[in-house]
């Protein structure tokens, strides 16, 4: 090669790799569309798999402020949904709802939170076998607790979840300046045992804990005050001691999910490629995330429900970006 010429193709080839970098697949929507809007506002839905189908729950309300009322949605395909009721419970907000398929696999278990101005905020629970006829909700923890998601230990076939409280050692009614974020599990989803004292400044909040196939807990956590990036936390049994780092990014109902080859997938409000925000779905590792996919969606969104079938990542999500407020759904085939 004339020596001349050697930083010409140095420059070429690099150009090259930032190309090819560029152009690589970050998933592709291949089906989607708006799934609920029967209410005034719908948000905060959730989805899992249940006897071969898909379970969809979200919030109904005249508002996001306001009494609000938990429908469930059914679907074979994931693309077109069935009404399959309401839980309601008179005077009460509920909202956030979540659903696991219970360890033995017979049973729909519903976590919700509930609040009204007299008894301030509890979480309650429900469970189904067949999404249409509940239990009676019933109140999990204490006043101002605020279970925010369950997930299933196959190690020990345990409930776990983590629990923000916005007012800890006040009682309320008014957010103090640092909250508490705590882990509880239960081997019924009934009664719950404290876990650990997550030790996360910054007003932590909305959570989700999953445990992977190496035995590992992580957890990603939204954070409202300081920096207010999302931090990611690890822990092994018995899920005491956690190791934080900062996730980079602010997070915003946060979700995710380890696909059978072990990648980590998150969804979460968050800012992509378009101003404002959006339904962003990142790469997660341990150390951070990485912007994957932006959803369509803007201004008041989030709440990704997330499964995994057929070789496809089925996402349901809120957002407001046609004007009203609704739940909208979306396959997404990943790289």
Request: include cysteine; glycine fraction near 10%; hydrophobic fraction near 35%.
């Amino acid at each position: 090669m004339n020596p001349r010429s050697a930083p010409a193709a140095l420059g070429f080839l690099l150009l090259s790799v930032v190309l090819l970098h560029a152009q690589a697949p970050q998933g592709q929507i291949v089906s989607g569309g708006k799934i609920w809007d029967k209410a005034g506002h719908n948000s905060t839905p959730d989805v899992t798999r249940f006897q071969n189908l898909f379970y969809c729950c979200l919030r109904e309300a005249d508002s996001a402020a306001g009494e609000g009322t938990i429908r469930i949605l059914l679907s074979s395909t994931g693309k077109t949904w069935v009404d399959q009721g309401t839980l309601a419970e008179p005077g009460t907000d509920l909202r956030d709802p979540k659903l696991t398929v219970t360890p033995d696999g017979k049973r729909l278990y519903l976590l919700c939170g509930g609040q009204s101005a007299a008894l301030g905020r509890q979480p309650r629970y429900a469970t189904s076998t067949d999404g249409k006829v509940w239990t009676p909700l019933q109140k999990l923890l204490n006043k101002g607790d605020w279970l925010w998601r369950t997930s299933i230990n196959p190690a020990d076939n345990r409930f776990y979840g983590a629990s923000f409280n916005i007012h800890p050692n006040s009682g309320g009614p008014a957010p103090e300046q640092e909250w508490s974020l705590k882990t509880y599990a239960s081997t019924d989803g009934a009664v719950w045992q404290l876990s650990s004292i997550m030790q996360v400044p910054g007003q932590p909040s909305e959570t989700t804990i999953r445990f992977l196939k190496d035995g590992r807990a992580l957890a990603l956590v939204a954070r409202q005050a300081g920096d207010r990036k999302g931090v990611i936390g690890s822990a092994t049994a018995p899920y005491r001691d956690w190791t934080w780092v900062s996730a980079g990014v602010p997070l915003g109902a946060p979700n995710f999910i380890e696909l059978p080859d072990g990648r980590l997938i998150a969804g979460s409000r968050g800012f992509g490629a378009t101003p404002g925000a959006h339904m962003v779905l990142f790469t997660l590792t341990a150390n951070g995330l990485t912007p994957l996919l932006e959803l369509p969606s803007a201004g008041d969104c989030s709440h990704p429900g997330l499964v995994w079938h057929d070789d496809l990542l089925h996402v349901t999500y809120y957002s407001s970006h046609e004007g009203k407020t609704a739940i909208y759904s979306a396959q997404v085939k990943l790289p």
